[in-house]
């Protein structure tokens, strides 16, 4: 009996033992961490915007077979630096076609006051100090907590920080003035500025279910975004390069599953300039040190977790999602270098709130589906009858919108978004043009529907296209100088640019159609007063 209560002792012992050391090795630390302050919803924006819920997300039975993805290692080396590309030379098209008087009309209304501006200056000022102060504050909490020392000295808020000036320049007539020195600077500030933290975007921390952002959220699963800050405290959307230059969407692809092209993001900032929109946000290519400027700067555990060393000894990474979480869709640097899109920023959504609208030419984002502008002819008519439709230039700002993306080939424009602060007649901000610049030999003309539908274009949007066809001011001649500009030149093949042509012939034949069926005076609106338009009938697309 003694021995046998020795050996229950001893059983007793050795379990107690296991258990503490499962406790001390293994529980413990996940305590640790949950207990770690982190980035956390508090930040989410989301509840705070006014959106219709995004498309379905089909994408994911659709998905792209891995034999086919693009190799994703960046090749692209260091372009010269240029200051505005080619146009201080002499016979720049660009230059030209900048110094032309359509460049140079005053717009009206002119800005005038702060009524005019997003941003209240002091305020902004205010707000951005608090979030200056809350960052140190954490950084320093984070780094103390894994008992790691740093002689860099506090992030400081600068007045003269280009995303700020940027941010505090946004007026009801585009997110900058045409002759504002401020992009230059924040594009150069974007490729050159060491970066200080990377996130997820609040998209991938919906699917994670650390953000509560069903409204923004599009679980397609086959692009990777991250949120870089830079050391002047300002941010970027960086989107790495999926695609090789070459390479076009495969026809069967549906373009909801397409990838987001970097270079598709550059190219539509510069067409969107030269268009005289001024609707994207600045946006720059720039090689990225994936293991120092991600890995290294980065708090989050689970963007931490996904990155892993190839066999081929690149550092990758991969989305972390409900879909695609494979490394057969990670981006690879070269071994560390990776390239990449930037685009700067807009002003957090608690200074300058922003709308979120269903585009009224929305596509089925099924498999089999159709929606009706897709099978009705007539179906602007029912447009112009809904609010606000039917009686501000919105309607207008759609169409230049179609423009802009059957030049580019995107299919994906399910949203818009707008500044609350500029009511029904503010502009439309072009975002997220990455599935731009797929397929070059197809031209998809269902995009321009609500220009052939509505017949109905803005006077000066037409006068631009107009010179952009004219062999001076060539759209192709102007688009490759001004993609000099960038470090990760060339951004486009020649004949992605040679495309631009092609489609811009075929929209000034759509808006001849409806001139020729409806009259000049009602297809061509001179100005926000003149909303006469034609009751129906669709423009010949014939080519």
């Keep these: 009996?003694?021995?046998?209560?020795?050996?229950?002792?001893?059983?007793?012992?050795?379990?107690?033992?296991?258990?503490?050391?499962?406790?001390?090795?293994?529980?413990?630390?996940?305590?640790?961490?949950?207990?770690?302050?982190?980035?956390?919803?508090?930040?989410?924006?989301?509840?705070?915007?006014?959106?219709?819920?995004?498309?379905?997300?089909?994408?994911?039975?659709?998905?792209?077979?891995?034999?086919?993805?693009?190799?994703?290692?960046?090749?692209?080396?260091?372009?010269?630096?240029?200051?505005?590309?080619?146009?201080?030379?002499?016979?720049?098209?660009?230059?030209?076609?900048?110094?032309?008087?359509?460049?140079?009309?005053?717009?009206?209304?002119?800005?005038?006051?702060?009524?005019?501006?997003?941003?209240?200056?002091?305020?902004?000022?205010?707000?951005?100090?608090?979030k200056v102060a809350r960052w140190n504050r954490r950084h320093k909490i984070y780094r103390e907590q894994l008992n790691l020392t740093s002689l860099d000295p506090p992030v400081q808020l600068r007045l003269e920080a280009s995303w700020l000036q940027f941010h505090l320049g946004i007026n009801r007539h585009g997110l900058y003035s045409r002759s504002s020195p401020v992009v230059s600077k924040l594009l150069r500030d974007m490729r050159h500025f060491p970066t200080i933290s990377a996130d997820y975007s609040q998209d991938e921390k919906a699917l994670l279910g650390a953000c509560d952002c069903t409204q923004i959220v599009k679980p397609s699963g086959v692009h990777l975004k991250l949120v870089l800050r830079f050391s002047d405290f300002g941010k970027a959307m960086f989107k790495p390069m999926r695609q090789q230059r070459e390479e076009e969407t495969p026809a069967?692809?549906?373009?909801?599953?397409?990838?987001?092209?970097?270079?598709?993001?550059?190219?539509?900032?510069?067409?969107?300039?030269?268009?005289?929109?001024?609707?994207?946000?600045?946006?720059?290519?720039?090689?990225?040190?994936?293991?120092?400027?991600?890995?290294?700067?980065?708090?989050?555990?689970?963007?931490?977790?996904?990155?892993?060393?190839?066999?081929?000894?690149?550092m990758c990474f991969f989305a972390k999602c409900p879909y695609m979480c494979k490394t057969e869709y990670a981006?690879?640097?070269?071994?560390?270098?990776?390239?990449?899109?930037?685009?700067?920023?807009?002003?957090?959504?608690?200074?300058?709130?922003?709308?979120?609208?269903?585009?009224?030419?929305?596509?089925?984002?099924?498999?089999?589906?159709?929606?009706?502008?897709?099978?009705?002819?007539?179906?602007?008519?029912?447009?112009?009858?809904?609010?606000?439709?039917?009686?501000?230039d919105r309607l207008l700002n759609v169409i230049d919108m179609a423009i802009f993306d059957f030049l580019i080939g995107n299919m994906d424009r399910h949203h818009y978004e707008m500044f609350t602060k500029f009511g029904d007649d503010g502009f439309l901000i072009h975002l997220d043009n990455a599935r731009g610049f797929g397929r070059h030999s197809h031209d998809e003309i269902s995009i321009l529907s609500p220009l052939s539908q509505c017949c109905r274009i803005k006077k000066k949007t037409l006068l631009h296209l107009q010179l952009l066809a004219q062999a001076d001011y060539r759209l192709s001649d102007v688009m490759r100088e001004s993609l000099l500009e960038d470090q990760l030149s060339p951004?486009?093949?020649?004949?992605?640019?040679?495309?631009?042509?092609?489609?811009?012939?075929?929209?000034?034949?759509?808006?001849?159609?409806?001139?020729?069926?409806?009259?000049?005076?009602?297809?061509?609106?001179?100005?926000?007063?003149?909303?006469?338009?034609?009751?129906?009938?669709?423009?010949?697309?014939?080519?």
């Excluded at 002499?90 to 997003?118: I, M, R, T």
């Excluded at 269903?358 to 502008?373: D, F, Q």
Aim: charge should be positive.
């Design 1 to 130: 009996m003694p021995g046998l209560r020795r050996d229950r002792l001893l059983t007793l012992l050795l379990l107690g033992a296991l258990l503490s050391a499962d406790l001390y090795f293994h529980l413990w630390p996940q305590v640790q961490r949950q207990l770690r302050p982190r980035e956390r919803p508090r930040s989410c924006p989301c509840a705070r915007r006014a959106s219709a819920p995004a498309p379905g997300a089909a994408a994911a039975a659709a998905a792209s077979d891995p034999r086919t993805a693009a190799h994703n290692f960046s090749r692209a080396r260091p372009g010269p630096e240029r200051d505005r590309g080619g146009r201080s030379g002499p016979g720049s098209k660009l230059q030209a076609l900048f110094a032309h008087p359509l460049y140079n009309v005053p717009e009206e209304p002119p800005v005038l006051g702060p009524e005019d501006l997003v941003l209240a200056g002091q305020e902004a000022l205010r707000y951005y100090r608090r």
């Design 252 to 314: 069967d692809f549906f373009y909801f599953i397409d990838f987001q092209r970097h270079n598709a993001e550059i190219a539509a900032f510069h067409l969107d300039r030269i268009l005289d929109f001024r609707r994207v946000p600045p946006t720059v290519g720039r090689l990225v040190n994936v293991t120092k400027e991600i890995l290294e700067v980065t708090k989050n555990e689970i963007l931490q977790s996904v990155f892993f060393v190839s066999p081929a000894s690149n």
């Design 331 to 392: 981006v690879c640097g070269n071994p560390h270098l990776l390239e990449g899109s930037l685009s700067a920023f807009l002003p957090s959504l608690n200074l300058a709130p922003r709308l979120s609208v269903p585009n009224p030419w929305i596509r089925s984002y099924s498999l089999a589906g159709k929606e009706e502008w897709e099978v009705n002819p007539l179906y602007c008519d029912t447009v112009k009858q809904i609010y606000p439709y039917n009686s501000s």
């Design 491 to 543: 951004i486009l093949t020649e004949p992605h640019l040679l495309a631009l042509d092609r489609r811009l012939q075929i929209i000034l034949r759509t808006v001849e159609g409806c001139i020729a069926a409806h009259g000049e005076q009602s297809v061509v609106a001179s100005g926000p007063a003149e909303e006469a338009a034609p009751d129906s009938g669709q423009a010949n697309l014939t080519r």
